[in-house]
Each structure stands twice: as C-alpha cells, then as structure tokens.
C-alpha cells in the first residue's frame, strides 16, 4: 500500500501513489513525516485525486509506502513527485472552464451544512456556496464577456437557454461603452401537442423573453425562429476587436444558474485563428435565420469533417447537417480507440454511438440491439441517466465489458445509509437535467495521439441534423494538455457517481459493499438496508409506455433511472393480472401450438405467496400457480420474480411488447 502527503495551504492531505514508486529512499530522509491521522488510514486504491489545489500553482507530493498491520503501520520509503497546474487565465492558459457539479455530496454538506440551499445563503449575503459551485465558471464567463470595453470591441452570441442576469447583465454593459453586440437566441413559440392536448412547455423562449425584457437589452438580440421541430442549441459567443475576432468562449454551459451552479458543464475558451474565422462565418449565417435545408448544406461544406487519419489539429463541427456523417466520425473515433474511451452525455446513448463503444460493425444496431463479442479497450460512460429505448441494453452492454464502467448521476438520499455519511440533497437548481450535461469524448488522453470532443452536441440525431450545434475536435499535440484537463474533470464526477451508485443500489437491496470515501479511500464496513429504502415492484418501461404504467400507479425512481410500484398498489395489480389471465384464457392457443403455452410446473418459476395481500393475488391462484402454491416468499420482490414468468406466458405477444422491456421480447416486472 502506498500513502503520502500534499504539501500546501498549511495543511496536510492524503495522496496515494504505486507501490513501486521511482526514486524511492528511506522514511527517515524527508524532512516531514506522515501524521497518525494517514498511518491508521493508509489508501488502498489505484487512484487518488486532490480537488483543493489552486490555477496555475505549484506543488509537491511525497509519497510514503506504508507497512505493518493495522494499528501499527509505519513510513518506510518516500518519493516526491512535483505537479503544476494549469492556469485559467493568459496567454498560456488552457481556457477550460468546468463547475462543481457535485451539489449533492458529503463537501458541500460539510461546508455549508446539511440541507442548505446556496439561494438562502445568498439571500443573507453570503456568497460562499455560490463561489464553490461555480469553482471558476462564472467568473470564467463573466471575465471573458468584460473583456468587450469600448467602440472597439464586438460580440457575436447564439444561445439556447438565457436567463442569468449577471451574464445579460455583462452583455448590457458591453453594448453601453460602444461594443458592438448581437446576440441570436432560441425564439420558437411553443407548439401544440394533439397527443397530450397541452401546451409544449420545453422552449425557452418566454424565460428568456422575460430576462431580456427585465435587463433591457431588447436591442442586442436576433430571433431565430426558422425549424419549429429543431432547436438552437448553441452556447457560445465570439469576441472580435478592430473588426477581427480574437478568442470564442463555447461548451454546453446554458446560461442559467442551473447550468452555472448546478449540473455539471464546462466552458470552453478557444484562440486558434481559423476556428474563430469559421464561427464567425456560423454566425453571420444563422442571423438571416436561415430554413433547415439551407443551414445543412452550409455546414456541410462551410464545415468538412476531418478524416479519421489526421494526425494532428483542431476542427470546428457544425450542426445541423446534410445526414449523421458526424455522428458516425464520433462513433468512429470510439471504435479505433487503443487505450480509452471516455463519454459524457445526458440522455443516454444511441444506436450510432453504441456500435462504436461496443466495437459493433457500422449500422449494426440500426434495427435491434445484437449481441458483440467483448472488447477490453477500457470505456467509461458518465450519464445523466441511461436514457429510453435501446439506449437501456446499450449501457447494460457496456457496463458487462470486461473494462466498461458507467456512472449514473445520483446522490445519497438518506442519513445513516452508509455508515457515517449524511443525507445529501440536490440545490433545486435544476428541473430537467439534474446531474450531468456536458457533452465531450476523450479519447486515448494519455496516449500517443490523444484526442477531444467537446461543444454543445448531446452525440445524437437530433443535434447532428436537426438542432444548431457546435463541437471542436482536438486531435495530437494540440489535444494533449486539454485532453488530459477533461480527463481529470471526467474522472472526478465519475468516482463520485459510481460510488454513490453502488451505495444506493445496494442498501436497496441489501448487503455490504466496500466504504469509499469522495476521494476514493476504502476500507471494509457494512450498508444497511435502511427503512427509507421501502420494497418495490421495478418496471423496465419504454419511453412512450410511460403513460401506461403512470395509470397501474407507477413512480419514477430517479436513483435506479427505473419505474415502480408500491407495495399499496397491490390492488391495482391483482386487477390486472387477472385481465391477463382472463385474456389469455380467452385466447387459448390452439391444439398442438405449443409457442405460447405458459409453464405448469413449479420448476419454471418461483412460487406463488400464499398471503392473499401479495401481487396478483386470489385472482391469479387458479389459473396460474398450478402445483407451486406452497412457498411464501417474504416481500413483494419475490412476488414480483413469480409474477413476470407469468405474465409473459399468459399475454399475447402484442401485449408483451407494449407493457413490458426485455428478452426475448422487451421483459417483465423486474426487481
């Protein structure tokens, strides 16, 4: 095992290194020696990560290897590793602005207290916990937007989501000391749905209607209202001065609190002459808000993909385009990739990029998911959710790689759920995307052709050729410094999710699990199943089925990204398990068919509860327990487990694939 110390800000943190750390000496040669406080704790992991260092400073890590059973470790060997980082700001400045992202952890509850909300600090005049969300973001943005101070300075903007007053604000204050400012927003009304019978709700335009009308800058903004089924996604603004631009600021920041303070974004600032020369070129071509045919043609050939053998540069991606050439690059790039992939996105992934992750043949998805033989490129997903559709066996098959691994925003929703950890609760900022919403790739990062994805693209469809979007793609040396910026970001949240994940999971359940702290230090204790963790019927629904298992009385359990039912639903399911039963009688299948015939015998499914509280109930035990009614499993679980062999026997195929996800039809009830 292997343990250090961070030498800085007066105080002493744990670091971890290998075991066979170069340049190793005796203990006695430092002139510091480990404090008992990293003896009694020493890491035990192959990672470590120290989130408290400052922009563009330097330090000193020394490593100890630590022996000795517990109790009465000692500091045996020492080496010092010397690290700075980058810097935010200046000509050297990388220019990669990333936010907490973690409101709901055990930090956030250590430094400002359990439960606070950063809105009711700041209504005191407090701005601390605003400072530590952003950790850079605002002030990113804000300075970036400063920097227009006179005549001669412009900014072009398009922008999506636009309601932060202090950003408006910055742009007002450009406009009145004579820069010049215009900024494109998203101004589709919202539409009709006949379906739904209501409003569409999702635009922004009425926020950002009213923000604008609020801060007076009316004047400075373009409408961009061609492409009612599309959206103007953009979030980026170009900074020009005597008539030449000079730096974009982009990424998937919206601007928003919750975008700032809330789920986890980046801000990205980029100087390279050509890619300021094409956004500009974007620009003035979706300011004559132009129709969807028009703009896919432009970008296609104002915007060419790179080849896939390109050794070295920077490329500008523009959306919409004529087709997914785009996406299928992306997918590309994750199919050649030799030593890591590493993906954020927000709603899942699709067809396109799951057959790159998983080593699939182009198109092989795009009908059905098919089993791929394994790879062990190591692959790393950090999603907000795992999305609808084929999505869901698209994420399950890269979580079964020998080297997959997939974080699921979540956070700890009880006190006392693992050991000392307290309850964490989110800051409301957020109503749709509560977690995670960047949208980068990184690719081979510490390799020798590193390469970066990053800019407003959700890696979908839509965003390749339907929505206004933006994506730079870093490939070489030019990639490498960024390349390994984003990979620590990525790494950050995913440790934090993954681990959350696994906590909330298995209390659910039940059992022990490993006790990982946020910086990853382990050590053996158990999890509790708490009370707050109730039994649930799990539903694995289809997106458009949502309604369906709302009406049987489902809620959405945002931690398991899964619908379900309460024990206090039983009713409802006995009902309908004796509809299915009463149809299937009714539709017996014909002598000799014996492709739907449902199983008779004990041996093909777990028994029925004899309680007649438990799921399906008095209504099912004639027509379907058969000779298996003599067990009583303990909690509705199991009735779950008895339940779905059945339903799948006892309805007709149609029935199957509308109600139910899995194999070989979309499945069953499932725990």
């Known amino acids: 095992m292997a343990q250090g110390l961070v030498e800085h800000e007066g105080a002493e943190t744990p670091a971890e290194g290998p075991e066979d750390s170069p340049a190793v000496a005796p203990a006695e040669s430092p002139s510091i020696s480990p404090p008992h406080a990293v003896l009694s704790r020493p890491i035990q992991s192959f990672m470590w990560g120290d989130y408290s260092v400052e922009p563009g400073s330097s330090y000193t890590y020394v490593i100890f290897t630590c022996h000795g059973p517990q109790g009465g470790v000692t500091a045996q060997h020492w080496a010092t590793l010397e690290v700075k980082t980058e810097k935010e700001d200046g000509p050297e400045a990388l220019g990669a602005y990333f936010n907490r992202g973690v409101a709901g952890s055990q930090a956030y509850n250590r430094k400002f207290g359990k439960g606070s909300k950063p809105g009711d600090r700041r209504a005191a005049g407090e701005e601390a916990p605003w400072e530590w969300l952003?950790?850079?973001?605002?002030?990113?943005?804000?300075?970036?937007?400063?920097?227009?101070?006179?005549?001669?300075?412009?900014?072009?903007?398009?922008?999506?989501?636009?309601?932060?007053?202090?950003?408006?604000?910055?742009?007002?204050?450009?406009?009145?000391?004579?820069?010049?400012?215009?900024?494109?927003?998203?101004?589709?009304?919202?539409?009709?749905?006949?379906?739904?019978?209501?409003?569409?709700?999702?635009?922004?335009?009425?926020?950002?209607?009213?923000?604008?009308?609020?801060?007076?800058?009316?004047?400075?903004?373009?409408?961009?209202?061609?492409g009612k089924s599309a959206i103007q996604h953009n979030k980026f603004f170009i900074l020009s001065r005597g008539g030449s631009p000079v730096a974009i600021w982009t990424g998937s920041t919206n601007l928003t609190t919750s975008g700032i303070f809330g789920q986890f974004n980046v801000g990205h600032v980029c100087t390279a002459p050509h890619i300021l020369q094409s956004f500009l070129s974007y620009w003035e071509c979706l300011a004559q808000d132009p129709p969807l045919k028009q703009l896919q043609a432009f970008n296609s050939e104002a915007s060419p993909l790179p080849s896939l053998t390109d050794p070295d540069g920077c490329t500008a991606i523009f959306s919409p385009r004529d087709g997914d050439g785009a996406l299928?690059?992306?997918?590309?790039?994750?199919?050649?990739?030799?030593?890591?992939?590493?993906?954020?996105?927000?709603?899942?992934?699709?067809?396109?990029?799951a057959e790159g992750l998983?080593?699939?043949?182009?198109?092989?998805?795009?009908?059905?998911?098919?089993?791929?033989?394994?790879?062990?490129?190591?692959?790393?997903?950090?999603?907000?959710?795992?999305?609808?559709r084929n999505s869901i066996q698209f994420v399950r098959a890269i979580e079964a790689l020998p080297h997959g691994h997939v974080a699921i925003g979540t956070h700890l929703p009880a006190d006392g759920l693992f050991g000392s950890h307290e309850e964490e609760a989110l800051t409301d900022l957020n109503e749709h995307v509560r977690y995670v919403h960047t949208k980068f790739m990184v690719i081979d990062p510490l390799g020798d052709d590193p390469m970066l994805v990053t800019g407003s693209a959700n890696f979908s469809s839509a965003s390749t050729v339907s929505n206004d979007e933006n994506m730079l793609f870093f490939r070489g040396e030019s990639a490498?410094?960024?390349?390994?910026?984003?990979?620590?970001?990525?790494?950050?949240?995913?440790?934090?999710?993954?681990?959350?994940?696994?906590?909330?999971?298995?209390?659910?359940?039940?059992?022990?699990?490993?006790?990982?702290?946020?910086?990853?230090?382990?050590?053996?204790?158990?999890?509790?199943?708490?009370?707050?963790?109730?039994?649930?019927?799990?539903?694995?629904?289809?997106?458009?089925?949502?309604?369906?298992?709302?009406?049987?009385?489902?809620r959405f359990d945002w931690q398991e990204q899964r619908w379900f039912v309460q024990p206090t639903c039983e009713q409802t399911l006995r009902r309908w398990g004796a509809k299915l039963v009463a149809k299937w009688q009714r539709d017996e299948?014909?002598?000799?068919?014996?492709?739907?015939?449902?199983?008779?015998?004990?041996?093909?499914?777990?028994?029925?509860?004899?309680?007649?509280?438990?799921?399906?109930?008095?209504?099912?035990?004639?027509?379907?327990?058969?000779?298996?009614?003599?067990?009583?499993?303990?909690?509705?679980?199991?009735?779950?487990?008895?339940?779905?062999?059945h339903l799948r026997a006892t309805s007709r195929q149609s029935v199957e694939r509308k109600l139910f996800l899995g194999q070989p039809f979309p499945t069953m009830l499932n725990v």
């Open 328 to 353: 299928r690059f992306y997918s590309d790039l994750a199919r050649g990739a030799k030593q890591g992939v590493f993906l954020t996105a927000a709603f899942g992934i699709n067809n396109v990029m």
């Open 134 to 226: 952003s950790r850079g973001l605002e002030e990113g943005l804000l300075n970036f937007l400063g920097r227009a101070d006179g005549p001669d300075w412009a900014i072009h903007g398009a922008v999506y989501e636009f309601t932060y007053a202090p950003a408006l604000q910055a742009l007002g204050a450009a406009r009145d000391s004579g820069a010049m400012v215009k900024i494109i927003y998203d101004a589709k009304p919202a539409s009709w749905s006949k379906q739904k019978r209501q409003w569409n709700s999702n635009a922004p335009l009425a926020d950002s209607q009213a923000a604008i009308g609020a801060l007076g800058i009316a004047d400075i903004m373009i409408p961009r209202t061609s």
């Open 589 to 645: 299948p014909a002598a000799g068919d014996t492709s739907q015939m449902r199983p008779t015998t004990a041996a093909n499914h777990t028994a029925l509860p004899e309680k007649s509280s438990s799921v399906a109930g008095e209504a099912a035990s004639s027509s379907v327990a058969g000779a298996a009614h003599e067990t009583s499993p303990p909690s509705p679980h199991y009735c779950a487990s008895w339940l779905g062999p």
């Open 358 to 388: 998983l080593r699939a043949p182009p198109g092989a998805f795009k009908a059905k998911f098919n089993a791929v033989p394994s790879h062990f490129c190591p692959t790393y997903l950090l999603l907000e959710n795992v999305g609808m």
């Open 480 to 554: 490498r410094r960024l390349a390994e910026v984003y990979l620590v970001e990525f790494m950050r949240l995913h440790r934090h999710f993954a681990w959350r994940g696994r906590v909330v999971r298995q209390a659910q359940r039940g059992g022990s699990l490993k006790n990982e702290t946020d910086e990853g230090e382990a050590s053996s204790s158990a999890v509790p199943s708490p009370a707050a963790c109730e039994d649930r019927l799990y539903l694995d629904c289809q997106f458009e089925d949502k309604d369906v298992v709302k009406a049987l009385g489902a």
